[in-house]
């Protein structure tokens, strides 16, 4: 199974600065057709998980362009240019590449200073 | 607009069963894969189980199988997941999503809340 491991576990961030979430699965995530299935997803307090970004770098439709998602292989990096109140929550990468099983990152929680 | 409206969680006994059940709506159903994920209380991200658009093929995570089984009505925009043998550790919220491209799940369901006690 492709482990896949977050860092930091716990972000504190002072409004409007910026916000980086590091990614790491155990094996490559390009498949062969070419494409790197690996998303990230927002869970705001008493939510469901959302999806924010897929295929690396692609946002999902409304998502701000403030979240950036960026990275290769097995190394992946969520950013957030200047974070504002509603992005409180916890931050999930989960790789689609090597299934069954479909993996998640330990999450990331992230609160503001 | 994309729905997925989980139903059927509750309080059920160690050694119990439990059927629950996603309402779709807001797409063609029947042209998805279709995805339940867990989170256990105070926990991460746990996914369970996918299945193909006409129901031929069924992917469980190691922990659930021989134990749950996925299944799906396109005629009624509906995903099932029948859970037997529950135990304390399948205690969580059940959420239903959809499965676009490459395994990516991007739309989720407000969750139903499953506890396994005595």
């Known amino acids: 199974d492709v482990v896949m491991t977050q860092s930091p576990l716990f972000l504190p961030v002072t409004l409007g600065q910026p916000a980086s979430i590091s990614c790491r699965s155990s094996q490559d995530l390009v498949y062969s057709d070419g494409n790197t299935y690996l998303n990230w997803f927002q869970q705001r307090p008493g939510q469901s998980p959302r999806r924010l970004i897929y295929e690396v770098s692609k946002r999902h439709f409304g998502v701000p362009d403030r979240f950036s998602g960026s990275g290769s292989g097995t190394d992946f990096t969520l950013k957030i240019s200047r974070v504002e109140a509603e992005d409180v929550g916890v931050y999930y990468c989960m790789q689609g590449t090597h299934w069954p099983p479909i993996t998640f990152g330990q999450g990331t929680r992230l609160e503001i200073k | 607009e994309v729905q997925l409206v989980e139903s059927g969680g509750g309080l059920v006994q160690p050694g119990g069963s439990l059927r629950l059940s996603c309402a779709a709506s807001?797409?063609?159903?029947?042209?998805?894969?279709m995805s339940w994920v867990r989170q256990a209380p105070g926990k991460g991200l746990e996914w369970v189980t996918n299945?193909?658009?006409?129901?031929?093929?069924?992917y469980y995570v190691d922990s659930v199988k021989g134990r749950f089984t996925v299944s799906r009505d396109n005629a009624k925009n509906s995903l099932y997941l029948h859970m037997s043998s529950l135990r304390a550790d399948d205690t969580a919220v059940y959420y239903c999503?959809?499965?676009?491209?490459?395994?990516?799940?991007?739309?989720w369901g407000r969750g139903t809340l499953v506890t396994v006690s005595s």
């Open positions: 999503a959809r499965v676009d491209d490459g395994a990516t799940l991007d739309y």
């Open positions: 807001g797409f063609t159903f029947s042209s998805y894969w």
């Open positions: 299945i193909k658009r006409d129901g031929s093929e069924k």
